[in-house]
Every structure is written in C-alpha cells, then in structure tokens.
C-alpha cells in the first residue's frame, strides 16, 4: 500500500478488515477484472468470495448475523474494491442501501424476516426510484400503489436498477394517494415497497417484468435495468416501516449513505488510476529517460496525488458525521461531488499518461477512462449535488434580521 488516501485513528479490527479486503482485491479481483468487463460478464465467483469474507452483512447488526461495522468501515472497503473494479461495489451498494433502509426503517417483523439473510448475501437488494422520463426530479415519480383488501396493486415502469436481474429483494418507491387529501405536498405521498422476485429477466412474478440488461458504455458485468410493473400485487405488511406515505424519506436517508459510497468509488477509481499512471511512467521512455523524469509528467502526478487524498479526506469526513448520528447531507454531497469530478481528472491524466496505449484495450485504463464517467450522474448528478450544498449552506449561513 502506497502513502496516499491512509486513514488516521481506526481501529484494530477496522485494520484487519480493510487489509483482508485489500488482498481479495489484489488476488482475486485486479488480474480478471478488465477480461470480465470486456465481456460484460457478471463477476459470479468474485460475489461469492465477498460473500465469505462477509461483505454483504458489514453494516447489518451481529443480532441479525451481520458484522455490524460503521459506515467509515463500509465506504473504506468500497473505496478499495472500487479500486480493483468499480462494478463489483455497485453489487454491493444497492445491497447495503436496502439493508440500511431495512434497519433504520423497517418493523420488527421485516427486519427479522430479510436482516439475517442479506447478511449472508442470501437474499441480495436492489432499490428502485428512477423512472424513464424524470431523472433526479425524484418528485414527479407517476408509478402508482393502491390499496386493494390486504394487498396493494403496482403499476409503472422503473429505470436504471442496478442488480435488477441479481437481486430477489427490490425496494420499490411509488405514489399512494390513500389518506393524502388533495394538494398534499408530492414528497408526502409516496411509499417504499418491499418487492421479494425471482433473480433473472423476464417475468419474474406475475404482474412483475425485469427486461434483459440495459447495454452501456462502462459500468459493464454488473446488471442495470428496467423494471416494469403491471397489476403486480405486494402484501400491505411489506410496507417499508408498515406506513404509507414515509417513502421519500426512507429513500433519501439511503441516498445520503449511497452517496458517501460514491464518494469512496470515486477515490477507488483515481487511486487505481494513479497507481497505473505513476508506474507507467517509470517504464516509459522518452528522449533518453522515463518520462516521469521530465518536469511535465511530474506536475501531472502532483495534480493527480492532491486530488487523490483531498477527495478521499472529504469522503472520510462524510462517513464519520454520519456515523456520529449527525445530518450528513451536506458533507456527503460534497464528498460525491469532488470525488467523482477528481476522479474523472485523475483518469484522464492517467489516460494522458499512458499516450496511444490508453487508447487500447489490452491497458487497464481504458476500462477506467468508460468507468468514471458513470460516477458523474450515479446517486444524483453533479448539478443535483450543488443544488444540495447551496441549500444547506444558505441554511447555514442565513442573515439574521
């Protein structure tokens, strides 16, 4: 391990952790990760070794069987498996955001019904707010819930769910009108579903359809998709919290911990690039010497270092306000926003690095040069990010009188 992006003051089992998973990744993710992606193949053997090590339950409590680890220890493990590929933490992200939701949110009767088994990665999540015409405007959401007997009736089209063929636990946000008279404000009128499927595409429950996966640029081996509803009946008790009404607040408290994720794949991706760049330009030669040795490429990797360990700093920061029990929106959406713009800078300065070979496949940073991109518009884009920090700090810094 190099000297960048270290984190003071953690303890020893957090040390031992981030070691075993810095050596997963090393052994068994690095060497197979750019063949993998090439073929856009799901990394099967990968997940079932996360699984082992006991990933999937890191922050799901030891009464449910999981590790009950904090989020710094969480967004430390994403940032280096990010680090060997950045698809393989998103299996694990939209796991854990269920999870969390699931434990912060969730009745007793829910918790002790899925807690157990994500844990073990038995059951894996996915969650679902996007749709196909509104993007980050999570408001204008038009899938609808509605109550019939015992059960609620669903119906609309979601986007953009990544380990929506994997996964057999989806949380599902639409709109439930009942008990909301007319003119109640959108984000109070919207519901998170607990939705147990059959992993695998096509119909995968009755009223219930998970098309084949989305075809994108990056981001490949992971799963991304639809999921359309039609008439597809869910049990009132799978109600995230037995409320109505509470979704997009249970939603946004799991983007906030998603975003802190991002943050760490963001600082997982940069730290790889630079690790490529620095050691490509000690074995390449120009003019009579490594090209690290001309002044150029040495100012490109004090750019790259800076930004490595300012992003990772921010990203630090956001978990442990999080996990101080403080509001964390405005840190986390700081550390998204840096992380993911560095991240884009640290790639292409690696890609510069490495000249017509970044251009080719058989160099590990094209891979990365596909993969930043997707940490520009994942958990909210850059603009939504700003938006946020605006807010919060007109909120902070509001004129009195």
């Known amino acids: 391990m190099g000297r960048l992006a270290r984190t003071e003051g953690l303890t020893d089992i957090q040390e031992e952790i981030l070691a075993t998973v810095r050596g997963f990744v090393d ?5 197979v990760a750019t063949e993998l992606e090439h073929k856009d193949e799901y990394p099967t ?20 069987g999981g590790l009950g680890e904090s989020l710094l220890t969480y967004a430390l493990c994403v940032e280096e498996i990010a680090r060997g590929w950045m698809s393989v933490s998103g299996i694990i992200n939209t796991h854990f955001i269920v999870a969390y939701m699931l434990k912060q949110h969730g009745t007793q009767e829910q918790k002790d019904h899925f807690l ?4 073990t990665g038995e059951v894996r999540g996915a969650f679902s707010m996007s749709e196909p015409a509104l993007g980050s405007d999570v408001s204008a959401i038009s899938s609808k819930g509605v109550r019939d007997g015992d059960n609620y009736v669903l119906t609309g089209q979601k986007m953009w769910l990544t380990n929506g063929g994997s ?12 008990g ?14 607990l939705v147990e499927k059959e992993p695998g595409f096509g119909e995968v429950r009755p009223g219930l359809t998970i098309p084949g996966k989305i075809d994108k640029m990056g981001y490949k081996g992971v799963d991304t998709t639809e999921l359309i509803m039609d008439g597809l009946r869910v049990p009132a008790d799978r109600v995230l919290g037995g409320e109505t009404g509470r979704g997009f607040y249970h939603m946004m408290d799991g983007v906030e911990v998603g975003r802190v994720n991002v943050a760490a794949r963001g600082c997982g991706v940069a730290q790889r690039a630079f690790e490529l760049g620095v050691s490509y330009a000690q074995q390449r030669q120009t003019f009579g010497k490594p090209i690290a040795q001309h002044q150029a490429i040495q100012f490109k990797l004090a750019e790259m270092a800076t930004k490595v360990e300012a992003a990772h700093a921010l990203m630090v920061g956001a978990a442990r306000k999080k996990d101080s029990g403080q509001r964390n929106d405005l840190e986390a959406g700081m550390a998204k926003y840096l992380a993911s713009e560095y991240c884009k800078e640290v790639v292409e300065d690696a890609f510069r690095i490495h000249g017509g070979y970044g251009f080719s496949k058989e160099y590990e940073i094209e891979r990365l ?33």
Do not use: W
Not at 45 to 64: A, Q, R, S
Not at 180 to 193: L, V
């Open 369 to 401: 040069y596909r993969e930043a991109p997707m940490l520009l518009i994942g958990e909210g884009t850059a603009e939504i990010q700003k938006m946020i920090i605006g807010r919060r700090l007109l909120e902070e810094y509001r004129l009195q009188g």
């Open 27 to 31: 052994k068994e993710i690095i060497p």
């Open 116 to 119: 157990p088994r994500m844990a």
């Open 45 to 64: 053997e990968i997940v079932e070794g996360l699984k082992e090590l006991g990933i999937f339950g890191l922050m799901i409590p030891e009464e449910y």
């Open 167 to 178: 996964s057999n636990l989806v949380a599902v946000l639409c709109r439930t009108d009942e």
């Open 180 to 193: 909301h008279p007319e003119g109640t404000a959108p984000h109070k009128s919207m519901t998170t579903f």
